[in-house]
């Protein structure tokens, strides 16, 4: 009751997301003789929501002080829920909400990262464009500053204050400049991809560190996969302590590190990382990441890390035969002789402007978003097709560092900024300036 209040409070639509009868954090699931329980329940909310005083939950909203039902138009199953044991229970969700209630939109459940087998503004420029794409959303949306988990959220409370994140305006600009129809653009001048790194073969330290386990690492070898030269590593424990075991550097563009694992105590694995230049720059390989639920490779750069491989896998307390290959940037891995990961490090690469555009058929607005990324501003020339435009605007987050935020000490540091624009027929100049987020709109 309380999140359909709350979204009507703040003229939000409600999307409840449920469980889809699986955990995959353990691998364990309700047996599909018992799924009638989980689905019923999603009936039940969905009538809660929408029924009449005349039926069974849409009675008990009505008791509650609420007769009017409130409108609920989505519903999500599966929050992340990946994997064989999920995508077997979903069917069973999707046929008795449709058979019911064929007006709900049913949000299907995707892995947490954009690669793998699960499957924030220069981003949604492309989401804009995407045909195929109905929603997006952001989370975590809520923080308390007196309980933080991690610092993505987009707003932040105490007791007496709320703080907007420049996430926060981000969506919002979003949200509120939207065309009915998209229009196909062309740039010209602005065609440059500008590559962030220069890589093209992954060498450095290659190091194994606990994962909040204890466990033997034994039978170590790195092996020179271009000269056919083996470097044999001690045999060493890690511990719950997560300290790093060096085993070499290399400079081998084509190497094969390989050895066996078993786990004594925690319920994680290991972390793996290799062609590491410095402390903020290395690929690593998680055995067993997150919530040990996880067989990815990660790319670390300047800092921040980004999946660029996603498998399914939960470690036991069993012996394991590991193996890593890479190869230039070419990076495989196996477990027990399967093969579990393969994929290339891609050089990162920024186009000089992110755009999208679009029309508002009801009111007649062109509305382009734009978001330069880099660290120089772009002078554009505008020009724009069909009727000449009266006038011009531009609503922009701009001016501002990378490491820059909003606090509840200087809550309006970064906000968004309009100002108008000079408009000759059917051309206005524009300077986008560095690392910002613009949109300009025409009448």
């Given at each position: 009751?309380?999140i359909f209040?709350?979204c009507?409070?703040?003229g939000a639509?409600?999307?409840?997301?449920l469980?889809?009868?699986f955990?995959?954090?353990t691998g364990e699931g309700?047996?599909?003789?018992?799924?009638g329980?989980?689905?019923?329940?999603?009936?039940?909310?969905?009538?809660?929501?929408?029924g009449g005083?005349?039926t069974?939950w849409?009675k008990i909203?009505?008791?509650l002080?609420?007769?009017k039902?409130?409108?609920?138009?989505?519903i999500?199953?599966g929050n992340?829920?990946i994997g064989?044991g999920?995508?077997?229970r979903y069917?069973?969700?999707?046929?008795a909400?449709?058979?019911?209630?064929p007006?709900?939109?049913?949000?299907?459940?995707?892995g947490p990262?954009?690669v793998?087998?699960?499957?924030?503004?220069?981003?949604?420029?492309h989401?804009?464009r995407?045909k195929?794409?109905?929603?997006?959303?952001y989370?975590?949306?809520?923080c308390?500053?007196?309980?933080?988990?991690?610092?993505?959220?987009m707003l932040w409370?105490d007791n007496?204050r709320?703080?907007?994140?420049?996430n926060?305006?981000v969506?919002?600009l979003?949200?509120?400049?939207?065309?009915t129809?998209?229009i196909a653009?062309?740039?010209?001048g602005?065609?440059e991809?500008?590559p962030l790194i220069?890589?093209?073969?992954l060498?450095?330290?290659i190091?194994?560190a606990?994962?909040?386990?204890a466990g033997?690492v034994?039978?170590?070898?790195?092996?020179?996969?271009?000269g056919?030269?083996?470097e044999?590593?001690p045999?060493f424990?890690?511990?719950t302590?997560?300290?790093?075991h060096?085993?070499?550097?290399t400079d081998?563009?084509?190497?094969?590190?390989e050895f066996?694992?078993?786990?004594?105590a925690?319920r994680k694995?290991?972390?793996?990382?290799?062609?590491r230049?410095d402390e903020?720059n290395y690929?690593?390989w998680?055995f067993?990441?997150?919530?040990?639920w996880?067989c990815?490779v990660?790319?670390v750069?300047?800092?921040?890390g980004?999946?660029i491989?996603?498998?399914?896998?939960?470690?036991?307390d069993k012996?394991y035969r590991l193996?890593?290959?890479?190869?230039?940037?070419h990076?495989?891995t196996?477990?027990?002789?399967e093969k579990y990961?393969?994929?290339?490090?891609?050089?990162p690469?920024l186009?000089?402007?992110?755009?999208?555009?679009?029309?508002?058929?009801?009111?007649?607005?062109?509305?382009?978003?734009a978001?330069n990324?880099?660290?120089?501003?772009k002078?554009v020339?505008?020009?724009l097709d069909?009727?000449?435009?009266?006038?011009?605007?531009a609503v922009?987050?701009?001016?501002h560092g990378?490491?820059?935020?909003?606090?509840?000490?200087?809550?309006d540091?970064?906000?968004?900024?309009?100002?108008?624009l000079?408009i000759s027929?059917n051309?206005a100049e524009y300077v986008f300036?560095?690392?910002?987020?613009t949109?300009?709109?025409?009448?």
């Open positions: 009751m309380s209040l709350f009507e409070d703040i639509k409600p999307l409840p997301v469980p889809g009868g955990n995959p954090h309700a047996p599909l003789s018992e799924i329980v989980w689905v019923q329940e999603a009936l039940d909310l969905i009538e809660f929501a929408n005083a005349d069974c849409g909203r009505a008791d002080g609420h007769e039902p409130f409108g609920l138009e989505y999500a199953i992340e829920e064989d999920f995508f077997e069917p069973y969700f999707h046929q909400i449709r058979e019911k209630y007006e709900i939109k049913i949000i299907n459940s995707a990262f954009a793998g087998e699960g499957y924030e503004a220069a981003y949604m420029t989401l804009e995407s195929a794409v109905g929603l997006a959303c989370a975590p949306m809520l308390n500053v007196g309980y933080v988990n991690w610092k993505p959220d409370f007496h709320i703080l907007k994140t420049p926060y305006y969506q919002k979003f949200m509120e400049h939207q065309g129809q998209e653009f062309e740039m010209a602005l065609d991809v500008i220069e890589k093209d073969r060498i450095g330290e190091a194994i606990g994962n909040d386990v033997s034994w039978d170590v070898s790195v092996t020179d996969a271009e056919g030269v083996a044999h590593i045999d424990n890690v511990d302590d997560n300290a790093e060096i085993l070499t550097k081998c563009g084509h190497f094969v590190l066996s694992f078993r786990r004594r925690g694995g290991l972390k793996i990382s290799f062609g230049t903020k690929l690593q998680e067993g990441g997150w919530d040990n996880d990815n990660n790319s750069e300047n800092g921040r980004s999946v491989s996603h498998r399914i896998f939960h470690v036991e012996e193996r890593l290959e890479v190869d230039g940037c990076i495989r196996w477990v027990n002789g990961n393969d994929t290339v490090y891609r050089l690469e186009e000089e402007l992110y755009v999208a555009a679009s029309k508002d058929g009801e009111s007649g607005r062109t509305i382009v978003k978001v990324l880099t660290g120089e501003a002078r020339l505008v020009r069909g009727d000449a435009k009266r006038k011009a605007r922009c987050l701009k001016g990378l490491g820059e935020e909003n606090t509840f000490e200087e809550p540091k970064i906000v968004p900024v309009e100002e108008v000079a027929g051309e300036e560095a690392h910002s987020f949109v300009l709109e025409f009448v």
